[in-house]
T-cell receptor, first 112, second 115 residues
Framework: SQTIHQWPATLVQPVGSPLSLECTVE??????LYWYRQAAGRGLQLLFY??????ISSEVPQNLSASRPQDRQFILSSKKLLLSDSGFYLCAWSDDWEGWQYFGPGTRLTVT | GENVEQHPSTLSVQEGDSAVIKCTYSDSASNYFPWYKQELGKRPQLIID?????GEKKDQRIAVTLNKTAKHFSLHITETQPEDSAVYFC??????????????FGQGTILTVHP
C-alpha cells in the first residue's frame, strides 16, 4: 500500500534562516505531488504541484520554492524565512489527475 | 480560476442531531467534489466524494448531494457523535489534463458535537 512521509514533524526557525522540508511517497510511481500551506485556523492554500521529476508549477508568488529531484521526493525550500511563513505545511499525492488526493502528516513550522 | 465558498464557518449541534455544510463553486467545468475531515493537529482525511454524473452519494451516516445547475454541493451528517467534531473542508476540481488534479478548497467549517 502507499504511504506518504513528511519531516520534520515540527520546526522552529528564526526569521532570515533557510528552510528545507521533505516529502516522500512509497508504494507508487510517478505520482502527482502537491505542497499546501495552512495558516492557523484557516483553509488550505496550494503552493506548488509537480507532475514529474524536475517539473514544478507555482500557484502563488512567495518566498518559497519547490523541487522534485526524484520521482517520489518533493522538497519545499526557502532561502530566508519570514514571520508570515509560519503555518502547517502539508504534502499530498495522487495517482493521476482524476484520483483521490491523500495528505501527509504535515510539518508545523513556527518562524520566530 | 475556481472559487469555492463554504458555509457556515462554525456549526454547533447536539449529539444525535444532523449537521449540514454547504459549498458553492464558480467554475461550471468543475466535476469532482471531495470532502475532507481534519481533526485538531492532524492531516485532512478524505471522507466522501462525488462526481458530476451523480446527484447524491451515501456512506453510512454521511451523504453528499450535488446540484450542478445551481453550482452547489452539501455534506450531510446524521446521528452526529462527539467524534464527528472536527474541521470539514469541501473542494472542487476540474478533471482533465490541464487541471493537473488541483483542488480548490473552501474555507472550512468547525463542527462541534456536544454530548
Amino acid at each position: 500500500s502507499q504511504t506518504i512521509h513528511q519531516w520534520p514533524a515540527t520546526l522552529v526557525q528564526p526569521v532570515g534562516s533557510p528552510l528545507s522540508l521533505e516529502c516522500t511517497v512509497e508504494g507508487t510511481s510517478n505520482p502527482n505531488l502537491y505542497w499546501y500551506r495552512q495558516a492557523a485556523g484557516r483553509g488550505l492554500q496550494l503552493l506548488f504541484y509537480s507532475v514529474g521529476i524536475g517539473q514544478i508549477s507555482s500557484e502563488v508568488p512567495q518566498n518559497l520554492s519547490a523541487s522534485r529531484p526524484q520521482d517520489r521526493q518533493f522538497i519545499l525550500s526557502s532561502k530566508k524565512l519570514l514571520l508570515s511563513d509560519s503555518g502547517f505545511y502539508l504534502c499530498a499525492w495522487s495517482d493521476d489527475w482524476e484520483g483521490w488526493q491523500y495528505f501527509g502528516p504535515g510539518t508545523r513550522l513556527t518562524v520566530t | 480560476g475556481e472559487n469555492v465558498e463554504q458555509h457556515p464557518s462554525t456549526l454547533s449541534v447536539q449529539e444525535g442531531d444532523s449537521a449540514v455544510i454547504k459549498c458553492t463553486y464558480s467554475d461550471s467545468a468543475s466535476n469532482y467534489f471531495p470532502w475532507y475531515k481534519q481533526e485538531l493537529g492532524k492531516r485532512p482525511q478524505l471522507i466522501i466524494d462525488i462526481r458530476s454524473n451523480v446527484g447524491e452519494k451515501k456512506d453510512q451516516r454521511i451523504a453528499v448531494t450535488l446540484n450542478k445547475t445551481a453550482k452547489h454541493f452539501s455534506l450531510h451528517i446524521t446521528e452526529t457523535q462527539p467524534e464527528d467534531s472536527a474541521v470539514y473542508f469541501c473542494a472542487a476540481r476540474r478533471e482533465g489534463g490541464t487541471s493537473y488534479g488541483k483542488l480548490t478548497f473552501g474555507q472550512g467549517t468547525i463542527l462541534t458535537v456536544h454530548p
